[in-house]
């Protein structure tokens, strides 16, 4: 049997992991026979507890840890906790991150109006956000020379966005940083090692409904104008970015580093 995309056995860590996204991919991943972690705030534990349950209720593993992807310490403790229960990492999912109202610039603003502390928030949230995971969960890895790294980029790490300032240099920065760490650990640690990324298109999540829905449900302009320019003519499923993820996780992908997955219903290549 082939076995190129098997990952059976294999142990996932996800960040950010209770949100809408987050929530599809580790009971996708956990279905699949991997043993899953789901790292997000000490406020989301609820909502872990409910996902790790209903894996469990499935026949699968998982566990909830509260951590701060902004705080090392926290990491490091989270990562002795990961190494007691499953002795190692295979896969690191670096989906932590958001936006902020203030960070942007409204229809009825300027550059101006913008909070340049916001700002520094949010590219702190999704860069540093991403950087420190990494630099904690890439230790096992490195031990044992294998291990897939997917970062999370976005339709504005290729093109600024109107509106979105923070945000679009933050996702800008993760393009980047996901290219140069791919060379970076091959280098220095071997083939084995692989970092890539996935840019997800529009999806409807709990951070940008206020953006693309009006308080009745109805699509906002913004909404209508992303459709237009997708030539899917609709927002994307959750459940659609689990083939890419599971491709760049598994063996079929040992030979592809430093690259960014799109999964847009066609955004990010349509100019008319």
């Not at 279905?31 to 996902?51: F, H, N, P, T």
């Not at 951590?67 to 906790?81: G, I, K, P, S």
Request: with cysteine.
């Amino acid at each position: 049997m082939n076995q190129l995309f098997d990952i059976k056995g294999k142990v996932v860590v996800m960040t950010g992991a209770c949100g809408v996204l987050g929530e599809t991919i580790v009971k996708y991943f956990a279905s699949e026979g991997c043993k899953v972690v789901l790292l997000d705030l000490e406020r989301a534990r609820e909502k872990g507890e409910q996902i790790v349950s209903a894996i469990k209720a499935a026949g699968g593993e998982a566990m909830f840890l509260p951590t701060n992807v902004l705080e090392e310490a926290a990491l490091e403790q989270n990562l002795a906790d990961i190494l007691k229960a499953y002795g190692t990492i295979d896969i690191l999912l670096n989906a932590a991150g958001g936006n902020m109202g203030p960070a942007n610039v409204q229809p009825d603003q300027t550059i101006a109006d913008l909070d340049i502390d916001a700002m520094k928030k949010v590219c702190e949230l999704n860069i540093f956000g991403t950087v420190i995971p990494t630099k904690v969960f890439v230790k096992p890895m490195v031990e044992q020379k294998k291990g897939s790294i997917i970062n999370f980029c976005s339709m504005s790490s290729f093109r600024p966005l109107t509106r979105v300032a923070g945000y679009g240099i933050a996702k800008a920065g993760m393009a980047s940083w996901t290219q140069w760490l791919s060379g970076e650990l091959a280098m220095k640690f071997g083939e084995g090692i692989r970092v890539n990324a996935i840019a997800p298109g529009f999806l409807l999540t709990n951070q940008n409904r206020t953006l693309l829905t009006n308080p009745d449900g109805s699509l906002t302009d913004r909404s209508h104008k992303i459709l237009g320019h997708t030539p899917y003519g609709r927002f994307l499923e959750p459940d659609e970015l689990v083939g890419a993820l599971h491709y760049l996780a598994s063996d079929a992908s040992k030979g592809v580093t430093g690259t960014i997955a799109v999964v847009d219903g066609g955004f990010n290549c349509f100019t008319i």
